[in-house]
């Protein structure tokens, strides 16, 4: 036969709740300090393309 579960306090939830905004605003923060080093010219950690290539010209991949 089912029991009910127990409730959940307050406390708990808003533990569980802080803890999941925490790591949305910490990954904001790093999205946005990329976007930073992008627009700088400052980023290493990764290749992109620096410059647009034409329509007729072969891209490599």
């Given at each position: 036969m089912?029991?009910?579960k127990k409730k959940t306090s307050h406390q708990k939830?808003?533990?569980r709740r802080a803890t999941w905004n925490r790591k949305a605003r910490l990954a904001a923060q790093r999205?946005?300090?990329?976007?930073?080093?992008?627009?700088?010219?400052?980023?290493?950690?990764?290749h992109y393309p620096?410059?647009?290539?034409?329509?007729?010209?072969?891209?490599?991949i």
């Open positions: 089912a029991v009910p939830r808003n533990q999205a946005m300090s990329l976007g930073k080093a992008v627009l700088s010219g400052r980023a290493k950690g990764f620096m410059e647009d290539t034409e329509e007729g010209e072969a891209e490599d």
